[in-house]
């Protein structure tokens, strides 16, 4: 059994009966604006703690505003119907909330989070986990943790905000145009350079380092002015950070304030300020270089950074077939949202449903639009695949400059792995085919007789006969355990628990005292009570009755927090289960600071056995597999199912490894796979070792030759 079982069994019915009671609630946090979209009006709303962007009608968001976590569902529907003028009835408003609340619009509280996260199955969770763990593993975008740079950019718009203003923006303008004429007389060097400076074939790993150094710097000015449009348009900027989009370095900046609160005018400003930052450099940059005599370190510098944030930059940024700021520019210029994923959806169905016939919806598209998007689709997914072939030979020209021989290796393992999600993609494409073309095509084969003797032939072959096991040490360990803390400071005075002891659920295992605290909340109560008599003798005087009543309720409240802290010297237990910690009686008499650990205390009635499997073995195995242990000692064997899996290799519990007195035989790393046990005769106890067999698939007579030459050939040839 585990948590999720346990906790479903101690709350029956609960979280369905708290979900359904309470009336959902407006997001508290939501920020929102009406706009002007394809002709409609439109309210954009964000919600930064669930870090999302919804769109409403109207009429719609009109009406999920009501929705204040009090009002019955018949209340709102009567004061929406009283708004608009037209009769609305609660199944319709319970509708509609049942509509946001699948979207996960609404509010929810941190224990309503935490039912939602019970209710949800172990193999959701870990498929959840897994996507989320992928994401550091996908080269397309490795995103860094980020700072909250909101301060940082009011302060720095405070004395910047001018650069918004129609003469500076002029005297801007002029100034481009002196790089740009710079720019056209040089351009034969410029040119040239530009093209070598981004080739990474001969370059050392200290050229590629400053150019990651300089890259950066020149990126995050990039993002500060995404940030310091968004500041002047009245949004806030949450969060900035670092990431690598197919290993190239960057920033990214939240501006979702800045999509909600600005026109779409100033939306295409905030989209073009990061462009336009970087020219800032580049123009300096520029007349620096030009200025500077050759042969200085000036000269140098100033030139790194003209061809790192002059065209190569401006091709990037204002490139509008990749999602950056040019397609961000192109969208609100058209108007449209979503033109890559909807262009690409639309002629993705499209050539589905009319080339290879398969039973698939087109998504509707205005006439108008159409040759546009299969334009756009078309040239953005070709863009997209020679941005992901150059991001591969990139690697390998990095790689070539050290060992020409092996570069291969490591250029396609990139390719490998940037296009591993196409090829996922037409993998399924595939599937699907098949699955609507099979019955046509058999058909079409024609012979019956050669087709049975092929049959019998592939299931010799193929018929999944051999019963793979996979064998390793395990140590067990309790499946729930608490540790128990005191949260104020104290002197033990008693102690009710003994290693080994079994307890209960609220159990009192030790009790301290605290001196001071005692006689603060002796005063406190003494002057709550006084307070009380002078509020009773003011209410019947009628004078100063509201300072004695605002007194009164400042004493009770300090009085409630010291009876709080009193009451949490009695340390309880907060589970049943027995007690692990050795020599607890030892405390007796001692003082012991807060967050001080007192008690371990597990429930031994389920224990997780920890199976430690070399990483050669674990291509064979499979969350569910049955397990079959026995403890060392014990000539009982368990039976239950493998539940996880770790994802990364571990090293050996010492308590399960043994020496080696070979220098040639290297023990291999190890992962780990857990398995539940039901400990209903009491004899399973924490630390006890033993051997667990693990049963996986069955192979067939080709599968298991594939799986043991391509493992020979990985390990040995290649």
Not at 136 to 145: E, H, N, V, W
Request: with cysteine.
């Amino acid at each position: 059994m585990n948590l999720t079982r346990v906790l479903d069994v101690a709350l029956p019915e609960i979280p369905a009966r708290l979900i359904s009671e309470r009336a959902p609630q407006m997001p508290p946090d939501a920020v929102f604006k009406e706009h002007i979209e394809e002709g409609k009006s439109v309210v954009r709303v964000l919600v930064p703690s669930q870090e999302s962007m919804y769109r409403f009608p109207p009429a719609n968001w009109a009406l999920a505003q009501l929705f204040d976590g009090k009002h019955s569902y018949e209340h709102i529907a009567e004061a929406y119907s009283a708004n608009t003028g037209t009769e609305y009835s609660a199944e319709e408003v319970r509708e509609f909330a049942a509509s946001l609340e699948s979207a996960g619009f609404w509010y929810k509280t941190a224990q309503e989070k935490n039912i939602l996260l019970m209710q949800k199955d172990a193999q959701k969770r870990r498929k959840a986990l897994k996507a989320k763990k992928s994401k550091y593993g996908d080269l397309a975008q490795i995103t860094f943790p980020a700072v909250n740079p909101d301060k940082f950019l009011t302060w720095f718009h405070k004395y910047t905000y001018f650069i918004y203003t129609w003469w500076f923006t002029l005297f801007t303008l002029a100034v481009f145009g002196f790089m740009a004429v710079i720019t056209v007389i040089h351009w034969s060097e410029i040119g040239r350079d530009t093209l070598q400076f981004f080739n990474f074939s001969a370059k050392t790993w200290g050229d590629v380092g400053i150019f990651y150094l300089v890259a950066v710097g020149a990126m995050c000015w990039h993002e500060i002015g995404h940030g310091h449009a968004c500041k002047h348009y009245g949004g806030r900027v949450p969060s900035m950070g670092f990431l690598l989009i197919y290993l190239t370095p960057g920033f990214y900046t939240d501006t979702s304030e800045g999509q909600v609160m600005a026109t779409r005018y100033q939306r295409l400003v905030i989209a073009l300020a990061g462009a336009w930052a970087e020219l800032y450099i580049c123009a300096v940059a520029t007349i620096l270089w030009w200025l500077s005599p050759p042969d200085t370190t000036l000269h140098a510098v100033a030139y790194m950074m003209m061809l790192i944030t002059g065209i190569a930059s401006l091709l990037i940024n204002f490139n509008p077939l990749i999602k950056l700021d040019g397609y961000y520019m192109m969208c609100e210029i058209l108007g449209l949202v979503d033109l890559k994923e909807n262009s690409t959806a639309y002629v993705a169905a499209w050539v589905k449903r009319h080339v290879w016939k398969l039973p698939v919806e087109v998504p509707y598209v205005p006439r108008r639009w159409r040759v546009g998007y299969v334009v756009y689709a078309l040239l953005s997914g070709l863009y997209s695949y020679t941005v992901l072939y150059v991001v591969a030979r990139f690697v390998g020209n990095v790689f070539r400059n050290f060992d020409p021989d092996w570069s291969f290796i490591p250029e396609l393992t990139t390719a490998a792995l940037v296009f591993r999600t196409r090829i996922r993609t037409l993998v399924n494409f595939m599937k699907f085919v098949y699955l609507d073309k099979k019955d046509r095509v058999l058909a079409w084969l024609g012979s019956r007789n050669l087709w049975a003797a092929a049959a019998v032939g592939a299931t010799l072959l193929l018929a999944p006969v051999w019963h793979e096991s996979v064998q390793g040490r395990f140590v067990l360990e309790p499946l729930q355990r608490a540790t128990v803390r005191n949260p104020v400071p104290g002197s033990v005075t008693r102690v009710y628990v003994e290693e080994a002891m079994s307890v209960r659920a609220g159990q009192e295992l030790l009790q301290l005292s605290n001196v001071p605290l005692q006689s603060h909340l002796s005063r406190a109560q003494a002057e709550y009570q006084a307070a009380t008599q002078r509020e009773a003798s003011a209410r019947l005087n009628y004078q100063d009755f509201g300072t004695a009543a605002e007194e009164r309720q400042r004493l009770g409240t300090n009085t409630q927090v010291l009876l709080a802290e009193k009451a949490s010297l009695d340390i309880l237990s907060p589970m049943s289960g027995v007690v692990l910690t050795r020599r607890v009686a030892d405390r007796l008499g001692s003082y012991i600071q807060e967050g001080t650990e007192l008690v371990e205390i597990a429930d031994l009635r389920v224990m997780r056995a920890r199976i430690f499997v070399s990483e050669h073995e674990v291509y064979k195995l499979r969350v569910g597999s049955r397990v079959r242990l026995q403890v060392e000692g014990i000539w009982k064997k368990w039976e239950s199912q493998m539940n996880a899996l770790a994802p990364e290799s571990s090293l050996i519990d010492p308590a399960l490894a043994q020496e080696n007195q070979f220098g040639g035989l290297r023990p291999p790393n190890f992962y780990v796979a857990d398995a539940d046990i039901e400990n209903t005769g009491g004899q399973l106890k924490p630390g006890m070792v033993g051997v667990a067999r693990i049963y996986g698939g069955r192979r067939s007579l080709c599968g298991s030759l594939w799986a043991e030459g391509r493992r020979f050939f990985v390990r040995k040839l290649w």
